[in-house]
């Protein structure tokens, strides 16, 4: 790094010295095993105590659960290093285990759950992986088709899911199923999965194009019983914990793109100071020279992105069009880079021996995995074509009646529909920034099983909301499912598990 870019780096010293202790880490414990793992198609296991008992596990948990709660920014310095082990494949599966699995069991789950499994999964003890994706449904997660049917205090789960990272050796599964399959986004709930329980089965572990040193599965799941308690949110809430979890999913996949490109790239370099053709080096040729101007300004460019993006993220602000932007940008870029290192490297880059042929193949899934190109593209025509107007509305209609009651009699009314029998132990104060003609902002408490609900901003608020008028009301009268509302970046909330505690508390608007 020069000095321009040392003094505008988003890292201070204390995340400078934890890269070193990373560096460290991985070059001494992963590096050297990396070759092992991809012929074996798998790595071993016994590196995730190792992560764990080196911190590297915990880095976003509580203290409790033996994490170390440290801000974003340390996990960022963890992605980066770690990518600098030489292959795609196994940071993938660390980091399914600590960001893309296990963060639904910390947000959403009991305490009882939590107390239970996040110690052994900050640990390394158990492994997880996140299973949504089935045969017959990738994109499309609200068509998944595997079932959990109520029997007691059990769901009876029947079905199957397939490309699951982690699937041979995962302990755990933050599970996508159907509790109302008459529905679609709200007809999803998410459940914790111990794969011991009978009826689970491997189906087959896939051979893939790269990523070798991740495992990839099908899962079968044949009348398993899976206890009610190891809900996370309520049921029908599972298509909200996954878009909320895939928006930190999307960044990884981000911040990682960018480390991968910049490891092949400064692989490249070396290469081309060294290998001669025409009687000089092939870098001496000005259109190679070119070329690592590009990629270089490219990889700069998806970086800033990237870490733009993730202050967003960090702010606690709605952060969908920047994470969007960076997992489309970058990943597109990640797979570009490894396309014109191998160019470079000419025959060589071909060959399995140099670096450049496994960055090729590890790299074709960025545009494919946690939300495709397509995918992404899709989220931001809406927000950049449909622009505010962009609603997801129920079969039928097309735009919100906003005839109903006032913003203001919304909020007059609920006290009155408040069931503190619903409301479990939530104590919390929420505030909503209502925006247009008849908003305004509200503070409302939920305290020793009443509410309070005041005009105007008051304590401070433990949820954030930020929506219109008009988004309001309609999902305040059943005209908008909240969750197509959130997903459509009408509604920012910043604490979604205790929003979701007030909605359940509270009757419907009559
Ligand atoms: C190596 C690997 C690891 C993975 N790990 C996991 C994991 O751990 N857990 C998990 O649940 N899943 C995992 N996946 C699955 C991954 O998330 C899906 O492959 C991805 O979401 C795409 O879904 P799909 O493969 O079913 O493709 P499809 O959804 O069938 O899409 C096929 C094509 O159609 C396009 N398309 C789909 N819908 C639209 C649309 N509305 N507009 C425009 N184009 C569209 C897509 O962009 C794509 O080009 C993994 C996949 C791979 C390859």
Redesign the pocket.
């Known amino acids: 790094m020069n000095e321009a870019q040392t003094a505008c780096s988003p890292f201070n010293e204390d995340h400078q010295s934890f890269r070193q202790t990373c560096r460290r880490f991985v070059s001494e414990k992963i590096t050297p095993r990396i070759d092992e793992w991809e012929a074996n198609k798998g790595y071993d296991r016994s590196i995730f105590p190792e992560m764990g008992a080196m911190g590297l596990l915990g880095i976003p948990y509580p203290e409790e659960y033996g994490g170390s709660e440290l801000d974003f920014w340390y996990s960022v310095v963890w992605m980066e290093e770690l990518a600098r082990c030489g292959a795609a494949g196994f940071p993938m599966s660390t980091m399914?285990h600590s960001y893309m699995a296990s963060p639904p069991i910390e947000r959403f789950g009991t305490q009882e759950l939590k107390d239970r499994f996040m110690p052994q999964i900050v640990a390394g003890e158990k492994i997880t992986?996140?299973?949504?994706?089935e045969p017959g449904?990738?994109?499309?997660v609200a068509g998944i088709r595997t079932t959990a049917v109520r029997d007691g205090d059990h769901y009876i789960v029947n079905g199957s899911?397939t490309?699951?990272?982690n699937g041979t050796e995962a302990d755990l599964l933050t599970l996508a199923v159907k509790t109302d399959p008459s529905q679609t986004h709200s007809g999803v709930s998410a459940l914790v999965f111990e794969t011991d329980t009978p009826g689970f089965s491997i189906g087959r572990k896939l051979e893939?194009l790269g990523?070798h040193s991740s495992d990839?599965a099908e899962l079968a799941f044949d009348n398993c019983r899976v206890p009610v308690k190891n809900l996370l949110g309520k049921e029908g809430e599972g298509f909200y914990i996954i878009m909320d979890n895939f928006q930190q999913e999307r960044l990884v996949g981000a911040i990682s793109a960018v480390a991968g490109a910049e490891l092949i790239f400064a692989k490249t370099l070396e290469y081309a100071r060294s290998r001669k053709a025409f009687g000089k080096p092939i870098g001496h040729f000005q259109v190679q020279r070119h070329r690592f101007a590009e990629i270089a300004t490219r990889i700069e460019a998806a970086r800033q992105m990237a870490y733009h993006a993730t202050r967003v993220f960090v702010s606690g602000q709605n952060a969908v069009r920047e994470i969007s932007m960076a997992k489309l940008f970058c990943c597109e870029t990640g797979t570009w880079v490894a396309d014109q290192c191998v160019q470079t490297y000419g025959g060589w880059g071909y060959m399995e021996e140099y670096p450049a042929a496994r960055a090729l193949r590890d790299t074709r899934?960025l545009t494919?995995?946690?939300?495709?190109?397509?995918?992404m593209r899709?989220i931001l025509s809406r927000m950049v074509f449909d622009g505010k107007e962009y609603l997801l509305p129920e079969e039928g209609s097309s735009t919100p009646d906003t005839s109903g009651p006032t913003v203001s009699e919304i909020f007059g009314s609920l006290p009155k529909r408040f069931r503190s029998e619903k409301a479990g132990d939530l104590q919390e104060v929420f505030r909503f920034d209502i925006s247009g003609s008849g908003g305004g902002t509200w503070t409302v408490q939920v305290k020793e099983g009443e509410m309070h609900v005041r005009e105007g901003a008051h304590e401070d608020p433990g949820c954030s909301v930020q929506t219109d008028v008009d988004t309001y009301v309609a999902v305040e009268t059943g005209q908008i499912k909240p969750q197509d509302a959130f997903m459509a970046g009408r509604i920012t909330v910043d604490n979604i598990p205790a929003m979701m505690a007030l909605s359940g508390s509270l009757s419907r608007l009559s």
């Open positions: 399914v992986a996140l299973a949504i994706s449904a990738g994109s499309d899911k490309f699951i990272t893939k990523c990839t899934l494919i995995g946690g939300g495709t190109s397509e995918i899709e």
